[in-house]
């Protein structure tokens, strides 16, 4: 079955320190994976998927197949980045198509 | 374009009672999903129609059913309803279904069973 985790809740730096959001995913196919945001009082909205490879807000991330991770980076955090962030996984076949598996989220608090 | 639009926005029922949520897709997206989110976790799958049928469904039981019109808005059903069935309630469209297209969300649906 495909999980996705994300092991920390609450993720706490200062403006301009660098973050990592770490996500690990089990899935025996061939991953897809994105990255997911919700600002407050918004709606949860795409932030990057892995198969476009591009950079969005400074946030990049990578896919790394051997540790079966998907990490969140930015170099310098900014106060707007504040928010609850979601890894995700597509289900590209079976009974359960183009189902997103979530992990539980990452509160990110950037303090000025 | 006012993006994914769900109704109502909260809804409170009673255990053993039936709901009916609502969901507008993007104009020309022809698939939606519903996903429900119970508080403090990420969302999880219920459905995904694409062209009026079901394509996708996840592990939840038979009280959980669906239906897409021929304008491509939906409504998720719920009947019997358990305190466990409290949640926020997502709907995500995209312009095709399964795995071609980024999924838009709304903003959700509170449903809450006393």
């Known amino acids: 079955a495909q999980r996705v985790t994300q092991p920390e809740k609450l993720l706490s730096v200062f403006k301009g320190a660098p973050v990592e959001l770490k996500c690990n995913y089990s899935y025996s196919g061939s991953p897809e994976l994105f990255w997911y945001v919700q600002y407050s009082r918004q709606r949860l909205q795409l932030l990057l998927r892995?198969?476009s490879r591009e950079s969005i807000k400074g946030f990049t991330a990578d896919l790394n197949k051997g540790e079966t991770s998907f990490h969140l980076k930015k170099p310098f955090a900014q106060e707007e980045d504040s928010a609850m962030y979601y890894c995700?996984?597509?289900?590209?076949?079976?009974?359960?198509?183009?189902?997103?598996?979530f992990g539980q989220g990452t509160i990110l608090t950037v303090h000025p | 374009d006012a993006g994914v639009t769900q109704s109502p926005t909260h809804l409170i029922k009673t255990r053993g009672q039936h709901v009916t949520l609502r969901c507008s897709p993007i104009?020309?997206?022809?698939?939606v999903s519903w996903y429900q989110q119970v508080l403090g976790q990420g969302p999880q799958f219920i459905f995904q129609?694409?062209?009026?049928?079901?394509?996708g469904r996840g592990n939840f039981p038979d009280r959980f059913s669906a239906r897409q019109f021929p304008n491509y808005s939906s409504e998720l059903n719920v009947n019997a309803l358990l305190l466990g069935d409290s949640a926020l309630y997502l709907c995500?469209?995209?312009?095709?279904?399964?795995?071609?297209?980024?999924?838009?969300f709304g903003p959700g649906t509170r449903l809450t069973v006393l």
């Open positions: 995700a996984l597509l289900n590209a076949g079976g009974t359960s198509y183009g189902k997103l598996t």
């Open positions: 892995h198969i």
């Open positions: 129609y694409y062209e009026k049928e079901e394509r």
């Open positions: 104009s020309g997206h022809k698939s």
């Open positions: 995500a469209s995209s312009p095709e279904g399964g795995t071609k297209n980024e999924q838009f």
